[in-house]
């Protein structure tokens, strides 16, 4: 024996070597003895002791219990009074057997078949017929053209081009029924002319302020002896006058 071996002490159930160390027993045994499988056993594969298929059915099954609501829990129970004291199933409802309409006619009130139509989506009504033009009657703040569209689209010939609507509303404006001067317009209406501005711009021919907006008021203030820039300022109001 070597002096790395161990040495065993049977009377104390320790181990010593030959440098002095020591091995305590703390006294777990493990059972490491052969069966006589372990041959077979090391190159078969792990047989499982459940089904995985079974195992998977049975996770379906509880994942469909738990998403599986009862048709009428969300129904409170003053709501659930309503509707057996009319002879409705609460459980129909959850089914979209009921329209609005159908629970109003039944004799459900108001807020409570709202309150279901809301929570449950349920239709407004089941017949189409008729149903668009009621609500766009009922329905407030639409315009006439909104309403108008809306009745329109209850049937199938809202996509045509053309279809039977009111004519449009016009407003005629009020025009004046004369001048508030005679035509032509004398040119003492034009601002900045007076009366002996007028009888000047008369020699040259300008006698109204058609003539006078249109005027070369360069060779106009040459000929009379005038202020060129007072003639254009009588072109330009006369322009603004005649609204040219």
Do not use: C
């Not at 069966?35 to 195992?55: H, I, R």
Request: zero cysteines; hydrophobic letters at 35%.
């Amino acid at each position: 024996m070597s002096e790395k071996n161990a040495v065993s002490d049977t009377d104390t159930g320790t181990t010593e070597s030959d440098e002095g160390g020591r091995v305590v027993d703390i006294g777990i045994t493990v059972d490491v003895s052969d069966d006589g499988d372990s041959a077979t056993a090391a190159g078969a594969p792990v047989e499982l002791e459940f089904d995985e298929a079974d195992l998977f059915e049975a996770a379906d099954a509880a994942t469909d219990a738990d998403a599986e609501p009862t048709t009428d829990a969300a129904i409170e129970p003053a709501e659930r009074e309503v509707l057996e004291a009319v002879d409705i199933d609460p459980a129909t409802i959850a089914d979209k057997e009921y329209s609005y309409r159908m629970l109003l006619d039944a004799g459900v009130d108001e807020p409570v078949a709202d309150t279901l139509r809301r929570r449950y989506s349920l239709p407004w009504s089941f017949e189409s017929e008729g149903d668009l033009d009621r609500r766009s009657s009922e329905v407030r703040g639409l315009g006439d053209a909104e309403r108008e569209w809306i009745a329109v689209s209850d049937g199938e010939d809202w996509q045509a081009f053309e279809y039977d609507h009111s004519a449009p509303v016009t407003v005629e404006r009020e025009r004046p029924s004369e001048r508030p001067y005679p035509r032509p317009t004398p040119v003492t209406a034009v601002t900045g002319v007076g009366p002996d501005d007028a009888d000047a711009l008369a020699e040259a021919g300008i006698r109204s302020a058609e003539r006078l907006a249109t005027i070369d008021a360069m060779a106009v203030a040459t000929v009379l002896e005038l202020n060129v820039l007072h003639v254009r300022t009588w072109r330009h109001n006369a322009r603004e006058l005649l609204g040219n």
